[in-house]
C-alpha cells in the first residue's frame, strides 16, 4: 500500500476535485489555491520529481495537457503560468511530480 498522497488520488483512494482524467494523467484543484484558477497536474504512475522523469512519452503528454485544461477552465487568452517545484530549493512538498497550472489574475515575477 503506497503512502504517497498523490498515488492514492492517482488509484481513486483518495477523491480530489478532478478537471480532467485519463489514462495517464489526472488533473485536480489545488486544496490550498494561489491563484482563482490553480490546478495541479500528475502522472497515474508515481514519478517521484522532475530528476526522475525520464519517460520522454510521459513527459510530452503531460506538457501537451496544460493547455488544454488552460482552455478548459478559460484562463487559455489572458494566460496563466505553469510551475514544476524540484525538490528542497524549489519549494517541492508533495514528492509525486505535478505541475502547477495557475491563472486567473496577473501573476508577478520573479517567485520569492
Ligand atoms: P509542491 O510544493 O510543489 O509540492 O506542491 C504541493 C501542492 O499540493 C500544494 O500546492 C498543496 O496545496 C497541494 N496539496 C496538498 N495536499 C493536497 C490535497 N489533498 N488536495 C489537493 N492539493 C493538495
Ligand atoms: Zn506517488
Request: hydrophobic residues 40%.
Amino acid at each position: 500500500m503506497t503512502e504517497c498522497l498523490f498515488c492514492k488520488m492517482a488509484s481513486g483512494e483518495i477523491k480530489p476535485d478532478v478537471v480532467f482524467e485519463n489514462e495517464y494523467l489526472l488533473a485536480f484543484r489545488d486544496i490550498n489555491p494561489r491563484a482563482p484558477v490553480h490546478i495541479l497536474i500528475i502522472p497515474k504512475q508515481h514519478v517521484a520529481t522532475l530528476n526522475d522523469l525520464e519517460d520522454a512519452t510521459l513527459a510530452g503528454k503531460l506538457l501537451q495537457i496544460v493547455p488544454a485544461i488552460a482552455k478548459q477552465q478559460g484562463i487559455a487568452p489572458d494566460g496563466y503560468r505553469t510551475v514544476i517545484n524540484c525538490n528542497s530549493n524549489g519549494g517541492q512538498e508533495v514528492y509525486h511530480l505535478h505541475i502547477h497550472l495557475l491563472g486567473g489574475r496577473k501573476l508577478s515575477w520573479p517567485p520569492g
